[in-house]
């Protein structure tokens, strides 16, 4: 069974003070991992997608990683506008589905 | 705004009341998709249109739970004689296609449904 698992479940940061969030993921195929940011009462943002291990890609302050077995959202010196929750997705070769984990609550205090 | 539009944004019904949840996506994006969100959760899929084809439909909990998406482009998902476990958020996403997995969800803020 495709299953994704995100830690840690909440992260309170001091501004400035660099970290990483873990998505790791069971899936028969992947097809794609992505991440999103989701503000409360909001919907999920698009912020990257990748595909093979070893693929990187970086956004501002955010760079996702991934092996074959996890994905690793960075965050270099965050602000606090970058306080939301950050959920991680898997789609497998098996259909279109997309599996999402529970979400990193991250919390960037001034 | 050119996002993904849903509506209404909050919804109270008491239980046993008939709900219609509408969605209407992105210009052009033949893929949509519906998700429920549990307070604390990650959204959990419910069902998938390729344009007026409903392809999946496997995340759905019960038969009381309908989606349809007849034009290929709107799409509403209904829920029948509706119950307290049904609160949740329902998203709403769409893609330009999904044939590859390259195109990412664009989501909607949702609609809160609260159910009495």
């Known amino acids: 069974e495709d299953q994704v698992t995100q830690s840690p479940e909440a992260l309170r940061l001091q501004e400035g003070e660099s970290s990483s969030l873990n998505c790791s993921y069971t899936?028969?195929?992947?097809?794609?991992l992505f991440w999103y940011r989701q503000d409360p009462g909001k919907g999920p943002e698009f912020l990257f997608t990748?595909?093979?291990a070893g693929e990187e890609k970086e956004k501002e302050r955010l760079k996702a990683t991934l092996t074959k077995k996890e994905s690793f959202l960075h965050i270099t010196a965050p602000k606090p506008e970058d306080s939301a929750t950050y959920l991680c997705?898997?789609?497998?070769?098996?259909?279109?589905?997309?599996?999402f984990g529970k979400g990193t609550r991250l919390h960037i205090l001034p | 705004g050119a996002g993904v539009s849903q509506s209404p944004r909050y919804k109270v019904a008491k239980r046993g009341q008939d709900v219609a949840l509408r969605c209407d996506p992105i210009?052009?994006?033949?893929?949509l998709f519906w998700y429920q969100q549990a307070l604390g959760q990650g959204p959990e899929f419910l069902t998938y249109?390729?344009?007026?084809?409903?392809?999946?439909k496997s995340g759905l909990p019960s038969d009381r739970f309908f989606a349809e998406r007849p034009e290929g482009s709107v799409s509403t998902l209904k829920i029948q004689r509706t119950q307290q476990e049904d609160s949740a958020v329902y998203l709403c996403?769409?893609?330009?296609?999904?044939?590859?997995?390259?195109?990412?969800?664009?989501f909607g803020d949702g609609t809160r449904l609260s159910i009495l």
């Open positions: 996403a769409s893609s330009l296609s999904s044939g590859t997995g390259h195109q990412p969800q664009h």
């Open positions: 899936v028969s195929g992947l097809r794609g």
């Open positions: 990748l595909y093979s």
């Open positions: 997705a898997v789609r497998s070769i098996r259909d279109d589905k997309i599996i």
């Open positions: 210009s052009g994006h033949v893929s």
């Open positions: 249109f390729q344009n007026e084809a409903q392809l999946d």
